[in-house]
Structures are given as structure tokens and as C-alpha cells.
């Protein structure tokens, strides 16, 4: 049955990469929506906290995850020089058992509104778009150090009266947790519809096969990196550290390369969190990109 | 067979019409049920007939001699593909005018007039009218009215009572003492019959009928000489001029007396109703002017019961209310009126019986108080009267009538030496025309006037006899009342006179005498001859063949005043005896004054002169005569032509002086100096020539001084004007023609006002270009463009179209920057990158065809300020 789904997933994906000669549809959905992680620039593929978020990214984390019930709302401020919008974003996980877990994400998007002007630049109004994602992600165990994962997401983009573009896509994910100082994760993301243009142009969702790691080597440190291949022929890798102080204060940063048209362009990345029985506050600032500079993203979070 | 179908229509129709006219004069609503007239109803469809003033005339009339639709127009040329426009066609071709008559044709305006063919699916008769009506240049545009004949409607009877009628006595037209008294008619008169074609070779009517020709008959219906006898045509033509006691069918009012060897007046058939399609009347009401006939005889008018059903519905009594004659057809009445009997010059003919012409034209058989065209004041209107001295039930009536005649079971020619009787004005008409033509022929000569044809008819007619009511017809038309009509009695006696002779031409002069009634004496016959026993031994109304002579009238001077009096085109060196004959209004004439002897002279050489000193230099776009002195000492016709000097100069007779002169059209030549030579020939073959030269200047095209700059405006419905003239320049000092175009004219309109004004409206936000050609009269131009942005107040910078497709545009203020231009999509990653100069009139272009839809951040600085822009793909 694996076999099978994974050769459907990578036809699906061939198919799709054909497609993709021009621009990402649906990009948004690649945003990370974490409020820790993405204060180490995304590298996040392989972690297991903040489970919450794992219906955005790796629901193979779930059997992994240390608690029952994790749940976060953040508030995210995107790209505010150049593609700006204000993000609100939602997710919960639960656990049912040691080997399976649920977990589920809303996202909702609100763009700069724009001037609707004709060709003969006559202004007949304003619209202001938005965007809105809602996962639901599954993990199972697989023995006692690997798991599998699968996301599935449905997105919709509302970018003028009566012009809208809806689509799906999907993610599988095995983790592989050999001690609890390393654990890595592979597997493909975002395999979706193609989108179809006004002008008959088909876009693809920017799919991708994605590998992580994490590796704990100290108590308090944790190193994250994962490497991004698009169908699209793009490529873009990530690396990022938290330390903990006292088991309250959270310090991060990261870094993002990609390559030129990659979905997510390269930045820097900058956090901050504090954790308290249970409850956490977790801050991230995007830099060193002119397009993504000075993105902010702040949430809170509980977890039993 | 299509009118024997349409006669019989029309028996029922003139019956109907009479009940429903009556109920209709006390009931002008619409009836109910009945339909309201469609828009084209009694309109010719798909013809329309346009005057394009002289201006839009010179842009496109060589295009369509040629026979090319496109011309120099543009406005034009646009409604040939909107209207379906299929032939445009001049109502008069030039080419049917004989060579001499051209120049005063062109200064008539006849040559302005048009018909235009249309697609009636591509536009409706309004649209038609109305986009045509708007089109600069063109003066009027209106629908050609459908023509019918005053058809036949009762049976044939074999007695022309109309000639002598024994039921009410003196209900006729009074013809008999004419034919015993004065005349029975003249060949020198021609009566043009617009109609069908007459059968020419009617035994009855073929000696008294001109041959078709050139000069002589001619059919409008096929554009060819062959007449196609038909019936209607046929049966006017024989009341007029059948031929008379020839022991041959009927009689005709001035058909002549065969016995006695007089010929009757002749009939010329311009036949317009055609057996598959009609020509144009007014077509052939001018070919009869231009070829001899002073008579035009109408026997048709306008279509009033348009669906043909026998009854006059109030919708179409409203509309032959407002009914008037045509534009061309009004052009050509007026033309007859002007120019019959008249040479190039409009003075009388030597050879016609009169000066001008006479239009008469039948009332109509619809028992209705309107008719066109015969209700043109300038027309002579005929009613119809029957046998019992009453208005015929038919004839139409008011007080647009002019006089009546009878017009009820008239008996006359058909086709195929056949006879018949029939009713209708058609009928009636043919009598007035009848009785004009005997006036002419006993009362014509020098000096008869159309107008004192007109005088004598109507004011002799007898208003008494004819029983209307309240339906005037007029008084009854009488031919002997008509010809003694303005007598003053006998004629005074000259007793000595003066004579000399000038070359082949003898010149009289005498006192006026006084007639008996102690008043200026009417005319004076003026006669010569080699034989003396034909002058010794004269008959004043039936001189010898070898007697020539003009007539001098008198009757405006004072009695005892000198008058003079000149026969001409006699032989050379000659010895003639001449006398002097007075007569009066009816042609009774005097006792010869007493024979003298004269002997002529030797013919003199014409002379050619410029009438103002040269040089002639003129600047290349003038359009300018050079007159010309040209004269014969003795007085003959002179034949003058021209050997031009370029492609600029003809010879013309002046419309306004009447003198020859050389019309030099600068724009037709390129600069330099022209030598044309103008010869002139008398009739005898002595000559003249005279050299003309002038010269044009080379031509200055025209510059643009002053560039208008490109405007940003906030306001949809403002505007703005400029004055051509400070745009641009002609060194010549020639006015210019322009020509503005907008290239998107949903946002911009502009137009030319007073001729130099240039008003821009700005209609909607966007953007236009506005490009003015001023052109000179050869055609050489300077074109300048500017554009002009409406924005609305407030916006720095406009990206458009958003959500975009495509291309996106990117405009800001007046002044070009380089500006390096990013474009984001929602993740953030760079799009597009590049630097471009850009400004309001010259927008930055983004090529978003290959983004994904979605959202996309635009950033850019302008004029020191930054700019993050959200623009959407769809």
C-alpha cells in the first residue's frame, strides 16, 4: 500500500513539475505559519514541537510529539515592503494514542486592497484580496522510530468580485527518530491541482521534495536544517538553532537560501519565545531580504 | 403588362378615394385599425437624393467620374461601408449636356446634386437620411419620392367633346376659332412630353413627333434614343399635337392642318417611365431645355395611396399634406423655367418662339386638396373638368390649382395607331399644354416671355363656367381668349424708317408708333429679302421662304422713341429690300411700311483681348480668372477655343459676367509659367488668336509653430479649445483644411469649429492621442500629435488594468524618470526586475502573462518617492 501511494504521489508530481514553467500557483500555502520555528528560518520539517502547526508541514511529527494536546494562534505581518498582508493563523494537534495523532490548521490572509482600473486606467472601485488555507494532517506510528504523515489542504484565493481560484494539495512524510538527540524526516510536499489563468496559462503548486534533520547534541540546543527541492527546478535549504535557557526563555535564528524564483526567497530569521507550565509566547522577525524584511510573527501557544 | 395591372388598380383606386377623402376632411384622427405609414412609404427604397455643397463637390467629384466609390472624403467614404452605399451617380450627367450649356449647368447647380444607392438592409430610410443629412459638405439629403402616372380609369368614347363641347356649351377648351382665325400650331415649338414613351410612329402623331436622337427624343429609362411607345405617353402626345384634317383618328390642339401642308408643333418624347425601370424626371425635364422645347407637359406627380388599396387613409392625406417636390426635381423645373429658349448666355434663342420655359404639370386623381410636385408655386397646376362642367370627381383640388381643363372621357391616340378614351388630370394636363403651344406658335417670336405665356393662359381662362364649390380647379383654360389675351387693338403704321447695314446684318430704326388705343404699339416685324416682289407683296404671317426677318418690341418704350431692330447672319455684299411691319399682342399686323433697297457689307475679323493687364502671377493654391475682351464688329456667332497652357487653365463663360475668360484652378498645376492661346473663329471662317500667360508661384506647404503640450486633466466633460491657426503656419497665406483624429475616441472627442477652432472634450478616464493634418490646397500638409491623460484628482501614479491579464502598466506624472521597477508575488519572491523610463504618456510595461494568479506587490520610486503598489493577476 506505501509503495503504491508513493508512486501515485511522485507521478502526480511529474506531471505537475511539466506544468510549472512560469510563476507558483497558490504560493502562500509555503509560508510558515509557526511563530518558534519560523524564527530559524523555516528549517522546521523535522521537528516535533509545536505540533500544532505540523497540519502546515510534517504530520509525521505527531507520534513523536511529546504531550497530548498542543494548540497555537498567532498574528503574522508579511512581507510588509513589498507583498504585504496581515495573517491570521490557527492550529491544534491531539494525540489519540502513543502511535496516532490529528492535527488541524486555518489560515486566513488579507492583502493590501487594490484600485480595480480599467485598460483606460478609469478606477471603478477598491478590492482587497485574501487568502485562506485549511489542513488537516494525520500520523501514524511505524514501531517505535519511524512514522508516516500525510497533510491534505484546501486553499482559496479571492482576488476580485467574482474572481476566485480554489485548490488541494497534499503532503506524505516519513520521520525517522533513531535516539532522542537526532530524528529526520523525508518526503514530498504540496502536490496539488494545477491552477488555470484567464488566459488559458496552467500553473502548478509548487511542489516539492523535502529531507530534514534535527540533532539535539546539548540539553538546551536545538539544531534544525532541511534542504527544498522543487519540481520547478528550483532548490532552497535552511538551517536554524534555538537554545533554551532555563527551560523558559527561547532564543532563535536561522537562515534561508534559495535559489532565484524559489517560493520562499532567501532571509534571515530571528526569534524569541518563553515557556511556562505549559503555556508559550513565541516572536519571529524576518531579515536580510528585500522582500520579506521586517516580517513579524508573534502567537501564543498551550500544550498538555 | 405590369401597368395594364397597375391601370386597373387604379380605376378602383379613384373611386375609393373619393369616399374616403370626404370622411376624412371631418375626421383627421386615424382611423381605428388602421396602421400608421411606414417611414419609407412612397419613397423610392434605398435612393436617396443629396446636394453636396461646392467644397465637398471639388473633393469627390473626379473620384466618381472615374467610378471609384472611395473618395477624397473621408467622412464620406466611412458611410459607404456603414449605409452599404453601392453607386453614387449625378442626377444630371455633365456628359448629356451639350458642351455650351456645361458652364451654366455647373453655376445653376445642377451638377451638385447626387443620387446615392444604399444597402436598405445595412440602414433604414431615417438612418440613411440622417447620417448623410450630418455629413459636412453635403447641403441636403432627402428621399426620392415614388412618381405614378395620372393613370386612366374609365372607358373610351369616340367624340373629343373637350374641343367643342355640346353638352354645356363653352365647357371646352375653346380651340376651333383658333384653328379658323390664328394658327394651328408652329414646328418651331417643341413640347417636351415627361412621361411614357410616345409612339413616334403613331400614324396620327408621327409628323408631328421629333425622332429619337441626340437632339431630339430621348429615353431615361434605358439611357438610349429608342422610345418605347407606351400608352399614357402616347394619349398626352396626341392632345397635344395629333395630327389635324388628316381624315386620321383624332385631333390634337395644335396638331396642324395636313391638309393645307401646316405642320403642327412637335413632340418630344422624354420618356422616364420604363418598362422595367424608371429614369429620372427631372433628368428628362432638363433635356427638354437644353434642346429646344419651351413647353414641359407633366401628366404624373407623387404616389399619395401608397399600399395601393384604393382608399386615402388618413396617415397618407397627412403625408401628401407635407408633400413638396423634390429637390432635383424642383432644380430642373427651375432650370426649364430659366433656361428654355435660351442660348449659353440665357438671352433668347434667335430661333425660339420664346424666352424661358413653361412647366405644367396634373393636379392628381386622388380628390384630395394636395399634390406634388404640380403644387411649386412655380408650376402650372391643371385640374380636371367633365363634360357636364363640373370638377371631375377625381381631380385633385385648392388653390395651389392653377387652371382646369377637361380631363374626363378624353378621347386621343394609343399605341399601334390605336385610339381611347380616358380620365384623369394626366388627360387635362395635355390641354394646357395644347393651348400654350398654339399661344407660342401665334404669339411667340422675339421677346415672348414664359411669363407672358403664364399671364396669358391663367388671366384669359374663363372662371365661371366650372362648377367646383369650395374645390377650386381655377378658371377653364380657352385657347382663343388665351391668344387674344393683353390685345390693344390695331396695330399703328410706320411710314418711314432708317436703314444701314453692318457687314451681313441690316440694322432697322424707327419711331415707336401708337396702335389705336393711343398706346406704344406691341411689336414691329422687321423684314429683308433679295426679291423685292417678296417683300413688295409681303403677308406678315405667311412671308415668301426667301424673306427672312426678327421682330422688335415695342411696346416698352414710349410712342414717337427710337427703336432699333437688327436681321441678321444675310449674304455678303448683297443688295436687299427691307421693310418694317408693326403688329399687335394677337399678331394682327399692320400696313408694310414702304420698300427700301440696302446692300450689305464685307465680313469683319472678331478681335481677342485681355480685359485687365497682366502679368498674371499668382501664388499656387489661387483659384483666379483672367478675363477676356472677345468681340465680333459685326455681331456674329463666334466659335471660341482654347489650346490650354498647363493642367490648370480652361476656358469658361464667366457666371457672372457672361464673358469668356480664362479660369486658371492653381492646386491642378505645379509652379512655373503657362502660355495658353485663345483662337477665335466668326462663322465665316475669319479669325483671332491671343496668347495668355500667367504664372504660379511654387507653393509653401504648411509648418507647425507651435507644439501643444500634453495635458493631464482630473475632470470627464471638460474641455478645452485651440486656435488652428496658432498651431500652425502657411507662408502662402492660404487657409488651410484640417483634419483631427482621435486615436481612442471613447475617452477623447475633438472636433474643428468655425473652421480654425479645435475644441478636445474630455469624455472618460484614460488616455488619447490627438493628431491634427493641416493640408493646403495642393494637398501639402504638416501633421501634429499631442496626448492627453484624464486621471482622476489625486492619483500620483496608475497601475491599469488591474486585476491585469496581461500587460501591466505602470504611468506616473508629466515628467520621464528611469525608474528600476520590482515586481513580488505574495511569498515574496522577485518576478520581475528591470529599469524603465516612464511617465504619464509613456507608461512602464510589465508582462504578467506568464504569473500565476494571485496577488503581486509592485515597488518603484518616482519623483523621490518610493511606491508599493498591490496589483492582482488574474
Known amino acids: 500500500m506505501k509503495r503504491t501511494l508513493i508512486i501515485a504521489a511522485l507521478a502526480f508530481s511529474f506531471s505537475i513539475s511539466a506544468l510549472a514553467q512560469g510563476q507558483d500557483a497558490l504560493p502562500f500555502t509555503r509560508i510558515d505559519r509557526d511563530p518558534a520555528l519560523s524564527g530559524m528560518a523555516g528549517a522546521s520539517v523535522a521537528s516535533s514541537d509545536q505540533a500544532s502547526w505540523s497540519a502546515f508541514r510534517n504530520a509525521a511529527v505527531l507520534p513523536f510529539f511529546q504531550g497530548s494536546l498542543d494548540a497555537g494562534i498567532g498574528y503574522q505581518l508579511w512581507a510588509p515592503s513589498t507583498a504585504k498582508s496581515s495573517n491570521i493563523n490557527v492550529g491544534v494537534a491531539y494525540k489519540f494514542s502513543d502511535r496516532i495523532g490529528l492535527s488541524l490548521g486555518f489560515t486566513s490572509q488579507s492583502g493590501n486592497p487594490y484600485d480595480v482600473v480599467n485598460s483606460d486606467g478609469e478606477v471603478s472601485g477598491t478590492f482587497r484580496p485574501t487568502d485562506m488555507v485549511v489542513a488537516l494532517g494525520f500520523g501514524v506510528g511505524l514501531g517505535e522510530k519511524f512514522s508516516l504523515g500525510i497533510n491534505g489542504r484546501y486553499v482559496n ?19 525517522f527518530k533513531p535516539s532522542d538527540l537526532f530524528q529526520l524526516a523525508a518526503g514530498v510536499s504540496t502536490l496539488g491541482n494545477s491552477i488555470t489563468a484567464v488566459t488559458r496559462e496552467k500553473f502548478a503548486q509548487p511542489a516539492h521534495a523535502v529531507l530534514g534533520a534535527e540533532f539535539k547534541p546539548i540539553h538546551g540546543l536545538k539544531i534544525d536544517a532541511e534542504a527544498e527541492y522543487y519540481f520547478s527546478k528550483n532548490f532552497a535549504a535552511a538551517i536554524g538553532a534555538e537554545y533554551c535557557i532555563v527551560d523558559i526563555v527561547y532564543v532563535r535564528a536561522g537562515y534561508r537560501y534559495a535559489s532565484a524564483a524559489c517560493v520562499i526567497p532567501s532571509h534571515g530569521a530571528l526569534g524569541l519565545g518563553a515557556k511556562f507550565k505549559g503555556f508559550r509566547l513565541d516572536v519571529s522577525y524576518l531579515t536580510a531580504s528585500p522582500a520579506l524584511g521586517n516580517t513579524l510573527n508573534i502567537g501564543i501557544g498551550f500544550n498538555i | 403588362m405590369r401597368k395594364t395591372v397597375l391601370l386597373l388598380l387604379s380605376s378602383v383606386a379613384i373611386i375609393g378615394c373619393s369616399r374616403i377623402s370626404e370622411e376624412n376632411a371631418n375626421t383627421p384622427v386615424q382611423p381605428a385599425g388602421q396602421q400608421a405609414l411606414p417611414e419609407e412609404a412612397g419613397q423610392v427604397p434605398g435612393l436617396m437624393v443629396v446636394q453636396f455643397d461646392d467644397d465637398m463637390l471639388a473633393l469627390i467629384e473626379e473620384d466618381l467620374a472615374a467610378g471609384r466609390m472611395q473618395t477624397k472624403s473621408e467622412g464620406l467614404n466611412e458611410l459607404l461601408e456603414e449605409l452599404g452605399i453601392e453607386e453614387i451617380s449625378p442626377v444630371f450627367p455633365e456628359d448629356e449636356c451639350p458642351e455650351e450649356f456645361r458652364a451654366r449647368e455647373r453655376a445653376f447647380g445642377l451638377r451638385n446634386f447626387y443620387y446615392v444607392r444604399y444597402d436598405v438592409q445595412a440602414a433604414p430610410l431615417t438612418k440613411a437620411s440622417a447620417d448623410l443629412a450630418s455629413l459636412p459638405g453635403i447641403v441636403l439629403a432627402e428621399p426620392q419620392n415614388q412618381i405614378a402616372i395620372q393613370d386612366f380609369n374609365d372607358p373610351m368614347l369616340r367624340q373629343q367633346w373637350h374641343y367643342n363641347n355640346t353638352t354645356v356649351k363653352g365647357a371646352d377648351v375653346n380651340v376651333f376659332p383658333v384653328w379658323e382665325e390664328y394658327t394651328t400650331g ?9 412621361d411614357e414613351g410616345v409612339d413616334l410612329a403613331h400614324e396620327d402623331l408621327a409628323a408631328n413627333c421629333i425622332p429619337g436622337g441626340p437632339d431630339g427624343s430621348k429615353n431615361f429609362s434605358t439611357g438610349s434614343y429608342v422610345i418605347d411607345p407606351m400608352s399614357h405617353g402616347t394619349h398626352v402626345a396626341g392632345t397635344i399635337a395629333a395630327v389635324n384634317n388628316n381624315k386620321l ?40 431645355a437644353n434642346h429646344g422645347a419651351v413647353i414641359s407637359q407633366n401628366s404624373w406627380g407623387y404616389i399619395v395611396d401608397i399600399n395601393n388599396d384604393g382608399r386615402i387613409s388618413a396617415d397618407e392625406l397627412e403625408r401628401a399634406k407635407s408633400l413638396k417636390i423634390g429637390a432635383t426635381e424642383k432644380a430642373a423645373v427651375d432650370y426649364f423655367i430659366r433656361y428654355a429658349g435660351c442660348d449659353a448666355s440665357g438671352k433668347q434663342k434667335a430661333d425660339s418662339p420664346m424666352q424661358g420655359g413653361i412647366v405644367i404639370f396634373a393636379a392628381g386623381n386622388d380628390n384630395i386638396a394636395y399634390g406634388a410636385p404640380a403644387n411649386y408655386e412655380k408650376i402650372l397646376a391643371v385640374g380636371a373638368t367633365d363634360r357636364n362642367a363640373r370638377r371631375s370627381d377625381f381631380s385633385n383640388y385648392g388653390d395651389w390649382v392653377d387652371i382646369c381643363a377637361p380631363g374626363t372621357q378624353i378621347y386621343s391616340t394609343l399605341p399601334e395607331n390605336s385610339y381611347g378614351a380616358s380620365n384623369g388630370t394626366s388627360m387635362a394636363c395635355p390641354h394646357v399644354s395644347g393651348v400654350a403651344a398654339l399661344v407660342v406658335s401665334q404669339c411667340g417670336g422675339s421677346g415672348f416671355t414664359a411669363d407672358m405665356l403664364w399671364t396669358k393662359l391663367v388671366n384669359s381662362a374663363n372662371p365661371n363656367i366650372i362648377q367646383s364649390g369650395e374645390r377650386n380647379i381655377g378658371p377653364l383654360v380657352d385657347a382663343y381668349a ?13 411710314t418711314d424708317y432708317e436703314v444701314s447695314a453692318q457687314s451681313n446684318n441690316i440694322n432697322f430704326s424707327f419711331s415707336v408708333p401708337e396702335d389705336s388705343e393711343g398706346k406704344a404699339n406691341y411689336a414691329v416685324m422687321l423684314f429683308a429679302s433679295k426679291n423685292r416682289a ?4 409681303l403677308d406678315p404671317s405667311h412671308p415668301n421662304s426667301d424673306v427672312q426677318s426678327a421682330s422688335v418690341l415695342t411696346s416698352t418704350l414710349e410712342v414717337g422713341a427710337t427703336a432699333t431692330g437688327t436681321i441678321r447672319l444675310l449674304d455678303f455684299e448683297q443688295n436687299y429690300y427691307v421693310t418694317v411691319v408693326p403688329y399687335s399682342y394677337s399678331r394682327t399686323y399692320a400696313t408694310p411700311a414702304p420698300v427700301k433697297s440696302v446692300v450689305t457689307d464685307i465680313n469683319h475679323a472678331p478681335t481677342a483681348a485681355l480685359a485687365e493687364e497682366g502679368p498674371f502671377v499668382r501664388k499656387n493654391y489661387e483659384v483666379f480668372s483672367i478675363p477676356l475682351s472677345i468681340e465680333d464688329p459685326d455681331g456674329h456667332d463666334l466659335t471660341v477655343t482654347y489650346k490650354a497652357g498647363g493642367k490648370a487653365d480652361i476656358l469658361r463663360v464667366s457666371p457672372y459676367t457672361g464673358a469668356y475668360e480664362i479660369y486658371v484652378t492653381g492646386p491642378d498645376e505645379d509652379a512655373g509659367t503657362f502660355n495658353g492661346k485663345v483662337s477665335v473663329k466668326d462663322a465665316y471662317g475669319l479669325e483671332a488668336s491671343l496668347d495668355v500667360s500667367f504664372t504660379l508661384l511654387p507653393n509653401n506647404k504648411p509648418k ?6 500634453n495635458k493631464v486633466l482630473d475632470t470627464p466633460g471638460g474641455s478645452f479649445t485651440f486656435k488652428s491657426g496658432d498651431l500652425f503656419y502657411d507662408e502662402d497665406g492660404e487657409p488651410l483644411s484640417y483634419n483631427i483624429s482621435v486615436n481612442n475616441p471613447s475617452v477623447l472627442h475633438a472636433i474643428i469649429s468655425n473652421g480654425d477652432e479645435i475644441i478636445v472634450t474630455a469624455l472618460r478616464y484614460g488616455v488619447g492621442t490627438i493628431t491634427i493634418v493641416a493640408t493646403d490646397a495642393k494637398k501639402e500638409s504638416a501633421q501634429l500629435s499631442f496626448s492627453i491623460m484624464i486621471r482622476q484628482a489625486g492619483v500620483e501614479v496608475s497601475l491599469y488594468p488591474t486585476p491585469v491579464e496581461d500587460m501591466l502598466y505602470i504611468s506616473t506624472g508629466l515628467t520621464e524618470e528611469e525608474c528600476e521597477i520590482s515586481l513580488y508575488n505574495a511569498t515574496g519572491t522577485l518576478v520581475y526586475k528591470g529599469t524603465q523610463t516612464m511617465s504619464a504618456f509613456n507608461p512602464a510595461s510589465i508582462n504578467m502573462v506568464k504569473c500565476a494568479p494571485g496577488r503581486y ?11 508599493n503598489q498591490t496589483v492582482v493577476k488574474k
Open chain 1, 157 to 175: 484565493q479571492r482576488l476580485g468580485e467574482g474572481l476566485a481560484y480554489n485548490g488541494f494539495n497534499a503532503d506524505l512524510m516519513l520521520m
Open chain 2, 857 to 867: 506587490g509592485v515597488t518603484f520610486t518616482y519623483a523621490g518617492k518610493k511606491y
Open chain 2, 534 to 537: 417678296s417683300i413688295a407683296n
Open chain 2, 482 to 494: 388665351a391668344i387674344l389675351y393683353g390685345d390693344s387693338g390695331e396695330p399703328g403704321v410706320i
Open chain 2, 249 to 288: 383618328g383624332v385631333c390634337g390642339i395644335a396638331g396642324g392642318d395636313a391638309a393645307k401642308g401646316h405642320k403642327g408643333v412637335r413632340i418630344m418624347s422624354c420618356q422616364f417611365f420604363g418598362k422595367n425601370r424608371d429614369g429620372s424626371a427631372a433628368d428628362a425635364i432638363r433635356w427638354g
Open chain 2, 186 to 194: 408652329n414646328p418651331d415649338v417643341i413640347v417636351s412630353v415627361v
Open chain 2, 704 to 709: 507647425v509653430i507651435s507644439q501643444p503640450e
